[in-house]
Structure formats: C-alpha cells, structure tokens
C-alpha cells in the first residue's frame, strides 16, 4: 500500500488564491521531504528539501516566499503556493524517505493544479 | 552544475522487442535510482544500484551500475504493453544526502 499520502489530487482554483498541499509519510517517521514540481512530458524538477523542525532548503531559482513549506512534524509537510497564478499550473508531488542512508524515495500521488 | 542524462527520450517498440534507456551522470555517483511513471501518475521506485558494476535483474528487467558509477542502463527483454510508461534514472551524489538528480526520462510505447 501507498506509503506516502498527498492531498489534494486535484485543485482548481482562481488566480491569487493560495493553496496547500499536504505531504504524509504513513508508515514511517520522515526526518526529510522532497517537494518537486513537473510539467507535462517533462522531468522531476526539485524545489525544495523539507526538514522536520528546521528551514527548508530551496532550490537556485525557487522563490521561498511564493511556495512555502512547513514541516512541523515527523509526518506532515506542507507546500503553500501563495497568490496563485496560471503560470504556477503544474503537477507538484512530494515524496519521503526513511532515516537511513541510501534509502529510495516513495512518491506522493502528486496534486495536479490548475490556476484560472 | 551535477547533472544525469538519460537517452533516448522517447521510444516506440513492437510488443517483443527490446527496450533499452541509458543514463550518464556528470559526475561519481554514490547511488542510482529508477522510477517508473505510468501516464497521470507518480514515480514507482523500481530500483536501486549502490556498487561499481552492479547488475541487478527484476524479471524481464536488467538494470546495471558502470564500473566508474557515473553511468547506468535499464533494459526491458521482450517488452509488454504493460511496460509502456515514462522510465526515470535518479543519481544521489556523495555531497547531496538523499537528495535526487532525475534524468529526462524516457518514454516508452509498445504497439502490441
């Protein structure tokens, strides 16, 4: 079964709006999270590594105050894309991995947002 | 800065024939990692490579680790048309702990 939950699938909302998305790690505890963004047909492109109790760490060219990331527990990040807009559109997807080294990643389902 | 080719991007297959994508990085990997994608879905770890010259094989799949662990190869023997989706290579460096570098992927179509 799925490891790592996120929420929502699916966003559609209004340009200027923000929105959270969540990130669980299920059946671990998750000391890091990665937050990725992908457009279509293309690859994984990283934005930020999420730590647990510290500052995220942000990617050359992500802006931290337009996605903001918060990773208060040992199982939950969230991502907050602040004031929306249409060229944010894209399908974001976390993922986690387990404490130890050399430990492979377990994706999220991804959310799929669309910015009118 | 680090980066992990993968090629080619896209192939299309008769269902049967064999299936091979190759990544190289431009730099001493500690680790590799692939990922398979299915169309509107998310990454599926397949596999992970640690040592120089690893071969590891998962069914009709066979994954290898260059001897200078700056390479790698996925080949698919026989290709089904469950086996359509995009592939994803992903290098971990010795400096980024955990954290991934994803080649471009390559997407697979089998025509049955």
């Known amino acids: 079964g799925a490891v790592v939950s996120q929420h929502p699938s699916w966003v559609i909302c209004k340009s200027g709006t923000s929105v959270k998305i969540e990130c669980r790690s299920l059946d671990f505890q998750a000391t890091t999270m990665f937050w990725y963004r992908q457009f279509p047909k293309q690859s994984l492109m990283l934005m930020a590594t999420?730590?647990?109790?510290?500052?995220?760490?942000?990617e050359q060219g992500v802006e931290k105050d337009k996605f903001l990331i918060n990773h208060a527990s040992l199982t939950l990040s969230t991502l907050t894309v602040t004031s929306a807009h249409p060229e944010d559109s894209s399908f974001y997807i976390c993922s986690a991995t387990r404490p130890l080294s050399n430990q492979p990643q377990h994706f999220g389902d991804g959310t799929r947002l669309s910015i009118l | 800065g680090q980066q992990v080719m993968q090629i080619p991007q896209y192939q299309h297959v008769q269902e049967g024939e064999d299936f091979t994508t190759y990544c190289n990085s431009s730099t001493t990997l500690s680790n590799i990692q692939w990922y398979k994608q299915r169309p509107g879905g998310h990454p599926v770890f397949l596999i992970q490579?640690?040592?120089?010259?690893e071969v590891k094989k998962q069914k009709r799949l066979t994954f290898q680790f260059g001897e200078a662990k700056k390479n790698s190869s996925l080949h698919i023997t026989a290709t089904q048309t469950t086996d359509v989706g995009t592939y994803f290579c992903?290098?971990?460096?010795?400096?980024?702990?955990?954290?991934?570098?994803f080649g471009q992927g390559t997407t697979l179509q089998v025509k049955p």
């Open positions: 999420s730590n647990e109790g510290s500052k995220a760490t942000y």
């Open positions: 490579l640690v040592k120089s010259g």
């Open positions: 992903a290098g971990v460096t010795p400096s980024n702990t955990g954290k991934l570098i």
